[in-house]
């Protein structure tokens, strides 16, 4: 190899590393200013971006963690009926329970759906739970009879003009 072809190569490692160099710089900057930010909440970068539902702090004297109020059970919206706190115990903890009640299932569907859950997904045994649960949600959140929405009623029809 020639020394000017020697000389050329060299230059164009010295590039390369100088290219590496700097991209872990600003890899490492980033990541420092990123664990700066997420660090302290109070930036403006998360002003205003609250999340949909309220952190409820549970504490041993905590009276307010399972209230409920006109019939519901005001930290997930169940309605409040024998089987509720079975059904809170059990679903929420991997769930949202608005997840839970849309899901308007009959005995059945339920059972198949805890059965999948407990093969697919480590959702742990019910045991004398799971009929509890399952004619709470039954009796509570029942099937709806409609298709994907209500037939429209009350229009005012109007004929577009060509």
């Known amino acids: 190899m020639k020394d000017q072809d ?3 190569l060299k230059k164009g490692f010295q590039g390369v590393y100088r290219i590496l160099i700097l991209a872990c710089v600003v ?3 980033f990541s420092v200013a990123m ?6 909440p109070d930036l403006s970068l998360f002003q205003g ?8 702090a549970v504490g041993a004297d905590d009276d ?6 006109n019939g519901i059970h005001v930290r997930t919206g169940f309605i409040d009926a024998p089987g509720m706190m079975e059904t809170v115990q059990n679903c929420t903890n991997c769930h949202s329970a608005k997840l839970v009640m849309q899901n308007r299932m009959n005995k059945e569907r339920w059972k198949a759906t805890i ?12 045991g004398k739970n799971e009929d509890i649960i ?9 099937p709806k009879k409609k298709g994907r929405r209500e037939a429209l009623t009350n229009i005012e029809w109007y004929e577009l003009k060509d």
């Open 6 to 8: 020697h000389d050329k």
């Open 49 to 56: 971006s609250k999340p949909d539902t309220e952190v409820v």
């Open 64 to 69: 307010d963690f399972d209230k409920v109020e």
């Open 115 to 126: 059965k999948w859950m407990q093969e697919t997904q480590n959702l742990w045994d019910l």
């Open 134 to 142: 399952i004619d709470y949600l039954v009796t509570n959140y029942p």
């Open 35 to 40: 664990v700066y930010l997420l660090g302290n």
């Open 27 to 29: 890899v490492a900057l």
